[in-house]
């Protein structure tokens, strides 16, 4: 089993930051591929940002392109996704997802909330 737990979440103007982090415990030592995903209000779940076990690749999300940043800690077993320029329409439950076969999302996070104002 693993268990994922996102931190940073919060409440932030248009154009400010914020950093997520998602801490991994269980069987955090296999370094699983992990992704970040979110779910506002009224709408389906959707992926944002994931990171290769090792940390060599990433890939974005269309909308969030140039602005978010994803990384990770194996050290710390942490991921993180940087958020920069953040927008209204980026506020949504946020949550990190670990993929420890490379075929689906198996382990979720119980979500942190941002909400960027206007």
């Known amino acids: 089993q693993v268990q994922l737990v996102e931190s940073g979440g919060g409440l932030v103007q248009a154009g400010g930051s914020l950093r997520l982090s998602c801490e991994a415990s269980g069987r955090a030592r296999d370094r699983f591929e992990m992704g970040w995903f979110r779910q506002a209000p009224g709408k389906e779940r959707e992926f944002v940002a994931g990171?290769?076990?090792?940390?060599?690749?990433?890939y974005y999300a269309n909308p969030v392109k140039g602005r978010f940043t994803v990384f990770r800690d194996n050290a710390k077993n942490t991921v993180y996704l940087r958020m920069n320029s953040l927008k209204p329409e980026d506020t949504a439950v946020y949550y990190c997802?670990?993929?420890?076969?490379?075929?689906?999302?198996?382990?979720w996070g119980q979500g942190t909330q941002v909400t960027v104002s206007s």
């Open positions: 990171i290769s076990r090792s940390g060599g690749n990433t």
């Open positions: 997802a670990a993929n420890p076969l490379g075929s689906k999302w198996d382990y």
